[in-house]
């Protein structure tokens, strides 16, 4: 059998009652993410949750209790890889350890961290914000994801994000809600285009902002009028008139770029010869797989030059 390269490290970091245990667990019980690799949790404090032994014996996990930082060495981590021999691991971290300290703890080999979440309970937020904001923000200001849970209909979310958005320009942020549902807390006073005006003009570096904040809010823009700059893509299985406005978007490396946009109903089917400046009308519809999405209604559409940069990118809000 071929070794495993890579045994990636999730680290999540929190308070206790943020939330840990249970996205754990959700994490080895979700098909999407668990099918059974060899996985070791290393918990740094005892919370107010436990994991069920018939979840980690199902996710083929183990769970190892540190109770003092003092524990957390790169001799201790060396052990419990050769005695465990994990193929990945989750790091339930104490924010109170100071996430400095792991930068003291030199990981096995093929140990390689490749995402760090931050949990916060929307509850308490504030109070430890102004507290203890120190070992709350800390660990956000190195995280990937940030998710603030048991968020209410009226909670601050907008300027929450605004707080986290600034500790943290790349992270993800996602606020959750008591069912289980996360939105991005994005208002339209958040976005860099004026939603208010009869023409919604798109700059070329806000076309990212538009598809993903489409994508999360396509009711947003039910009816608006947007002027924007992309490449018309005609394609075969579509109705005469009908093409793919969009530009291509480089996602994560050189090997992975797509075409981002949306479907148009134009006056006549075009080339993809060059880029065109359009102005549509914006209407939400069903996609093929029942989701909402938007599509366009072209109003005019102009013959421009290219944007400056070549491809997408995907500023966070």
């Not at 070329?204 to 538009?210: A, K």
């Not at 579509?238 to 797509?258: E, H, K, L, Q, S």
Request: with cysteine.
């Amino acid at each position: 059998m071929r070794e495993q390269t890579v045994i990636p490290v999730y680290m999540l970091t929190g308070f206790i009652e943020s939330g840990k245990t249970t996205m754990i667990t959700s994490m080895l019980t979700d098909e999407n993410f668990s099918a059974g690799q060899r996985t070791l949790i290393i918990c740094c404090e005892e919370g107010i949750e436990e994991y069920e032994p018939d979840v980690l014996a199902k996710a083929n996990a183990m769970v190892v209790q540190l109770d003092d930082a003092s524990e957390l060495t790169s001799l201790r981590v060396k052990q419990l890889n050769n005695e465990y021999s994990p193929e990945r691991v989750i790091i339930e971290f104490n924010n109170f350890w100071g996430l400095e300290m792991m930068a003291r703890v030199k990981m096995p080999p093929r140990w390689e961290l490749v995402q760090i979440i931050t949990l916060a309970d929307a509850t308490t937020f504030a109070n430890y914000m102004t507290n203890m904001r120190k070992q709350l923000t800390d660990p956000m200001k190195a995280a990937d994801l940030i998710l603030i849970n048991r968020c209410g209909p009226d909670f601050p979310k907008s300027s929450w994000r605004k707080q986290l958005r600034a500790l943290n320009p790349a992270a993800t942020i996602l606020f959750e809600n008591p069912d289980g549902s996360t939105e991005d807390g994005v208002t339209e006073e958040d976005l860099p285009y004026d939603m208010k005006a009869d023409i919604i003009d798109v700059t070329d570096d806000q076309f990212g902002v538009l598809y993903l904040d489409a994508m999360e809010h396509p009711g947003r823009y039910d009816g608006k009028v947007l002027r924007m700059t992309g490449q018309p893509y005609p394609e075969d299985d579509f109705p005469g008139g009908y093409y793919f406005f969009g530009r291509y978007a480089m996602t994560c490396c050189a090997n992975d770029i797509a075409k981002c946009g949306w479907v148009c109903r134009g006056k006549e089917t075009p080339d993809e010869k060059g880029f065109i400046r359009l102005t549509a009308k914006a209407q939400t519809v069903q996609s093929q797989d029942g989701q909402p999405t938007i599509m366009l209604q072209e109003i005019s559409a102009e013959k421009t030059r290219a944007p400056k940069e070549k491809y997408v990118t995907f500023a966070n809000l």
